[in-house]
């Protein structure tokens, strides 16, 4: 499976700043995702990440509280915009590659954001 | 919408006991259904897979079974160890050609020494 990595692994940040995340992945796939999880609770889906076109949201979420970017088949970032006490939650980055012989998705380690 | 939910929130089982652990599905298109891992502080693992053609797949000490009839998809471990302590999320897929997941509440499993 590919090996997937975030950057940052946590953070702290005020309310009303932006966290930029970054998620790289060892190989080129064909899909990424994001998702937030938020405390003690299970993952939503934020978003499928097109590369060379823009983001497909899942209902609740918009491109400007969380803009992606995926300017190429192995990077993607995703920005939390505004931030408020509500963005605390851990943001997960996945791939899927549908070349494989499994459509399965593997997930990063996460960035845990605490929002002050 | 449609959402997959497990039956139990929290496991504890015995240190080499098996365990077993539930989901319910309710979006009968899914046709694939994968058991994810979390440990603390980690992301979900990938565990084990299968296929709505399906209804058992083996992997190593893990078992997942899945019943159409009942929309029920079940995990199986056999002889818990205290590494298989975490949480164990089921996700679906909606369809075939739907590539994004739908995840379960999640189940944490405690294993006692």
């Known amino acids: 499976s590919a090996v997937i990595s975030q950057k940052p692994s946590r953070d702290i940040c005020q309310r009303g700043t932006s966290l930029t995340i970054q998620c790289q992945v060892d190989?080129?796939?064909?899909?990424m995702f994001w998702y937030r999880q938020q405390p003690g609770q299970s993952l939503t889906l934020i978003a499928t990440?097109?590369?060379?076109?823009?983001?497909?949201?899942e209902s609740g979420f918009v491109i400007d509280k969380f803009p992606i970017s995926r300017p190429n088949l192995t990077f993607s970032t995703l920005t939390v915009s505004n931030m408020s006490p509500e963005d605390s939650s851990i943001y997960l980055c996945?791939?899927?590659?549908?070349?494989?012989?499994?459509?399965?998705?593997?997930f990063g380690p996460g960035t845990r954001l605490l929002v002050l | 919408g449609e959402s997959v939910g497990l039956h139990l929130p929290t496991l504890s089982v015995q240190e080499g006991d098996n365990s077993i652990i539930n989901c319910a599905y309710s979006?009968?298109?899914?046709?694939?259904f994968i058991w994810y891992k979390q440990e603390s502080g980690k992301g979900p693992q990938f565990i084990i897979d299968?296929?709505?053609?399906?209804d058992k797949r083996q992997g190593q000490r893990v078992t997942v079974l899945l019943n159409k009839t009942v929309k029920h998809l079940s995990l199986q471990i056999a002889a818990t160890q205290p590494g298989d302590s975490a949480v164990y999320f089921c996700?679906?897929?909606?369809?075939?050609?739907?590539?994004?997941?739908?995840f379960g509440k999640g189940t944490k499993l405690s294993v006692i020494p």
């Open positions: 996945s791939v899927e590659d549908l070349g494989a012989a499994q459509e399965t998705q593997y």
């Open positions: 190989s080129q796939v064909t899909m």
């Open positions: 990440a097109n590369q060379g076109s823009e983001a497909t949201y």
């Open positions: 979006n009968s298109a899914s046709d694939y």
């Open positions: 299968i296929r709505s053609n399906m």
């Open positions: 996700a679906e897929n909606g369809g075939a050609g739907s590539y994004q997941l739908t």
